[in-house]
T-cell receptor, first 115, second 111 residues
Framework: DVKVTQSSRYLVKRTGEKVFLECVQD?????MFWYRQDPGLGLRLIYF???????EKGDIPEGYSVSREKKERFSLILESASTNQTSMYLC??????????????FGPGTRLTVL | EDKVVQSPLSLVVHEGDTVTLNCSYE??????LLWYKQEKKAPTFLFML????IEKKSGRLSSILDKKELFSILNITATQTGDSAIYLC???????????FGKGTHLIIQP
């Protein structure tokens, strides 16, 4: 079974702090994604990556950056955390392939609270 | 052991058919159950269910939650080829337990 792990389940940070959210997958997947989940808004794509050192902006990249130095690891960085970044952050990975077989495997999520 | 189980894993039907997708879950601090449609890079949000027995409806899609029997169903009536996608169910356990996704149901609608 694919395993996607996220470094923290629950994180509390202060406004202005730099925050790192780490995601690791163990299935050698090319594609990795970062989403945030907010009540009533569903999943919104922040950034995704098709390969090492490659990244593309999703729908809401503002205030975030990412890093993919190794295939198995995709990091989400909040350079200066703000209260509107309080959310549930979800990482996912998927193998390359046709869209309908491109199942994304999700990590358990990190609940980030910015005070 | 999976906490969220979807069935069937795949389903092929003809246009115009009605389909029912299932999602069952374990009880541990349940907060809400969410349904998504995935056909491109980001899953599209469909429904969030928190209360038992109250049907949520959007066009030809509807969903209901049974908190006593610990499952939810997603119905699609008069299916169209554009309904072909992976349908994901996720449970929000609240607190630090996070969000758990099922493996999804691959739905293919043939013309």
């Amino acid at each position: 079974d694919v395993k996607v792990t996220q470094s923290s389940r629950y994180l509390v940070k202060r406004t202005g702090e730099k925050v790192f959210l780490e995601c690791v997958q163990d299935m050698d997947h090319e594609n990795m994604f970062w989403y945030r989940q907010d009540p009533g808004l569903g999943l919104r794509l922040i950034y995704f990556s098709y390969d090492v050192k490659m990244k593309e902006k999703g729908d809401i990249p503002e205030g975030y950056s990412v890093s993919r130095e190794k295939k198995e690891r995709f990091s989400l960085i909040l350079e200066s955390a703000s209260t509107n970044q309080t959310s549930m952050y979800l990482c996912a990975s998927s193998p390359p392939g046709r869209l309908l077989t491109d199942t994304q495997y999700f990590g358990p999520g990190t609940r980030l609270t910015v005070l | 052991e999976d906490k969220v189980v979807q069935s069937p894993l795949s389903l092929v039907v003809h246009e115009g058919d009605t389909v029912t997708l299932n999602c069952s879950y374990e009880v541990t601090n349940f907060r809400s159950l969410l349904w998504y449609k995935q056909e491109k890079k980001a899953p599209t949000f469909l429904f969030m269910l928190t209360s038992s027995g109250i049907e949520k409806k959007s066009g030809r899609l509807s969903s209901i939650l049974d908190k006593k029997e610990l499952f939810s169903i997603l119905n699609i009536t008069a299916t169209q080829t554009g309904d072909s996608a992976i349908y994901l169910c996720a449970v929000d356990w609240g607190g630090a337990d996070g969000l758990t996704f099922g493996k999804g149901t691959h739905l293919i609608i043939q013309p």
